[in-house]
């Protein structure tokens, strides 16, 4: 018999509702990773996830690749709790060069794209052939850059979600389903 997944959960001092499961996720990633092989067969790809959100997607959209890229990460920062600061600060960086290689920026989620902004303008003079970004959500209510989001997996609405990698104020990274903020 299946587990039953929490209708609600709490973290520290909130309140989320059930939004998708552990299974519609991996059915999103499986459709990301299929196209993501189509374009990048027979070519030199370096997937580069943005850390710590994209942990689990990254790792789950590999292994759904048909092509073996190189793996890289870079760690940000921008979120304060629950909300984005506006602010981007680089914690940990690229450490290889990107010469002659496609990039794919692999995003748990964006939302206002200030961080994103951020790292293409570091990958400019970096030499790669390519950058794309590959992400399994996007806020397009509150996207605000001119940056092309290559891969989607799925739109969302401005709400806060927990899960799957993505955290409350450093927990619940480890939830398998996803979870949304449950408004007042």
């Known amino acids: 018999m299946p587990k039953k997944i929490p209708e609600m959960i709490q973290i520290k001092d909130k309140q989320f509702k059930k939004y998708l499961s552990k299974e519609e996720i991996q059915e999103t990633v499986q ?48 979120y304060e709790g629950s909300e984005s600061s506006g602010q981007v600060k680089q914690l940990i960086g690229l450490d290889e060069g990107l010469d002659g290689k496609h990039v794919l920026i692999v ?40 940056i092309a989001i290559d891969y989607v997996g799925r739109e969302i609405p401005n709400d806060f979600v927990v899960g799957y990698g993505m955290d409350y104020d450093g927990q619940g990274r480890s939830l398998e389903h996803l979870y949304q903020l449950e408004k007042a």
Not at 114 to 137: M, R, W
Request: glycine share 6%; hydrophobic share 40%; charged share 25%.
């Open 31 to 78: 459709q990301l990773a299929a196209q993501v092989s189509e374009e990048y067969e027979g070519k030199e790809l370096v997937l580069l996830g943005i850390l710590n959100g994209c942990f689990l997607f990254l790792s789950d959209l590999v292994r759904e690749m048909k092509t073996d890229p190189e793996i890289s990460f870079l760690k940000l920062s921008s």
């Open 107 to 146: 995003e748990d989620i964006v939302d206002t794209g200030n961080t994103l902004e951020h790292i293409i303008s570091s990958l400019e003079n970096e030499g790669a052939e390519s950058v794309k970004v590959c992400t399994l959500l996007l806020k397009p209510d509150v996207y605000s850059k001119d």
